[in-house]
């Protein structure tokens, strides 16, 4: 199965500023099958970015995906307060479909 | 639009079976994947598998000899079932709807989800 490792572990930033998060897949992902997620305490987790770079219904245009290949990122630019949160990435290049580790995003 | 509400015991003993449901309000589960997903603490989340609405089902290799799913369309509910059950089992619990016709593949991102359910293992 492919292993996906998020990078930092955390992320400390303020208000305003601007956020880069590493997704590294342990082989090629085919077709960029990847989906990003937002997940807060208590809630639902929010599908963010799928196909490595499609914003999904309603998701703003400061978070944008990139990446194919074994590295994939999101990048979240001018952070709202409602940013703050845990975001995961996930394949869906083959069965059993992975997840990442996270990458919390805190103030 | 689509909501997912998890429900079941928070409190499972050990070798006992874990049961979860997953009921589905504002779309029918007709012509969809439906998946299981837990997340333990302080971890990424883990795929435990999916049933299709016509009741065919696909297993992390993880959980194969432990699990069933199954599915009710005439109440738009599906279900888990976690046999031999031990503290590694202890998680949130969530469920979430894959569209693999979206992707144009077999498999496919998971929207929405539930918002989980925290299960514990313990005597």
């Known amino acids: 199965e492919i292993v996906l490792t998020q990078s930092p572990a955390t992320l400390s930033l303020s208000p305003g500023e601007s956020a880069t998060l590493s997704c590294g897949a342990s082989?090629?992902?085919?077709?960029?099958?990847l989906a990003w997620y937002q997940q807060k305490p208590g809630l639902a987790p929010r599908l963010i970015i799928y196909?490595?770079?499609k914003r999904a219904t309603g998701i703003p245009d400061r978070f944008s995906g990139s990446g194919s290949g074994t590295d994939f990122t999101l990048s979240i630019s001018r952070l709202e307060p409602e940013d703050f949160a845990l975001y995961f990435c996930q394949h869906y290049d083959s069965s059993p479909v992975t997840f990442g580790g996270g990458t919390k995003v805190e103030i | 639009q689509v909501q997912l509400q998890e429900s079941g015991p928070g409190l499972v003993k050990p070798s006992e079976t874990l049961s979860l449901t997953c009921t589905v309000s504002g779309g029918s589960v007709r012509s969809y994947y439906w998946t299981w997903i837990r997340q333990s603490a302080g971890k990424g989340p883990e795929w435990i598998g999916r049933i299709y609405s016509s009741g065919n089902t696909n297993y992390n290799p993880s959980f194969r000899s432990r699990v069933t799913m199954s599915i009710d369309t005439s109440k738009n509910q599906f279900s888990l079932k976690l046999t031999s059950v031990t503290a590694a089992d202890t998680a949130v619990y969530f469920c979430a709807r894959e569209d693999p016709e979206s992707s144009g593949w077999y498999l496919a991102w998971l929207d929405p989800w539930g918002q989980g359910t925290l299960v514990t293992v313990s005597s």
């Open positions: 196909d490595a770079s």
């Open positions: 082989r090629s992902v085919s077709s960029n099958y």
